[in-house]
């Protein structure tokens, strides 16, 4: 007779020890794995927040450092004209709409007492795409009859996001595209020389406001409107622009469980206390933009750039 084998399972305790240590790994394994996930995200998006305010900074500098161009071949010695308009512009705590013709009809719907940059240009070449050298902010030639605009201000898209809007004119009608979105406040400020005569160095920086409050004390005296608006344009402040000082400052896609500061002083501090209330945007409290978009990443660009005044 064949002897009988007597083969066992496990016993109900056995199976709930196995069944506890196999859940306890998986669950260990779920939570390095959300971690890992949670982590890679964020570095991600901080990577994103760092690319956008790079590129942005970018675009704006290359605009403004072309505002000094002048085409001398086709201008000669004289260079530009006295009466010229001013190379740069601004308004504060205003937007824009996408069709109007430059900054004018600006809106008073601002994204948190946001900014606009307005630079104007001479182009280059003939034809109706110049030589190619001088290119809007949107990457349009501009020729050498008509005047380049590179405009920057802040607009909520159709999703309600905001972002840094380049305005330009083209062929037919004026046009704006999306530089970077997830813009909290745009800001800028104008060194202007005081010299005189002028040496070519900032002594102060104002807004655009302080500017057109100079602008406006100006006694000028003319024959007529155009003889007005020529001596405007030799005399106006905005000519005394040396460097343009821009603060950007952006927030991620995703929820953020990092500590942020009170507030973010766009200009620092001691501009905030003593200029705060009367420039809006450049001190935003934490708790403002995080009730409409929630806790996320934030990040501060600032950049300074020479301007090239017209000197005397």
Known sequence: MKASVRQRGMTL???LVALTLGLGVLLAGSTLLVGANASYAGHADAAAIDDSGRYALEVIGRAVRQGA???????GAAGPA?????PLLGLDDRSLGK???GIDDALPDSVNGSDVLAVRYAGAGTGPDGDGSVLNCAGFPVHALEDGWSIFYVARNGDGQNELRCKYRGAT????????????SFQVMYGIDTDTPRDGAANR???ASALSALDAALPLSGANAAELEAERNTRTWWKRVTSVKV???LHGERPSTVAAPAAYDLFGQDYSDEH???DPGVSLLDTELSSRDGPRPRRLFTAVYAAGATMP
């Open 13 to 15: 305790a056995e199976l």
């Open 69 to 75: 161009f002048a085409d001398w071949e086709r201008l």
């Open 82 to 86: 006295s009466g010229a308009p001013a």
């Open 99 to 101: 069709t109007s013709f």
């Open 173 to 184: 009608s004026w046009g704006a595209d999306a530089v970077v979105a997830g813009v909290d």
């Open 205 to 207: 920086y104002v807004n």
């Open 247 to 249: 603060a950007l400052l």
């Open 276 to 278: 705060g209330a009367g």
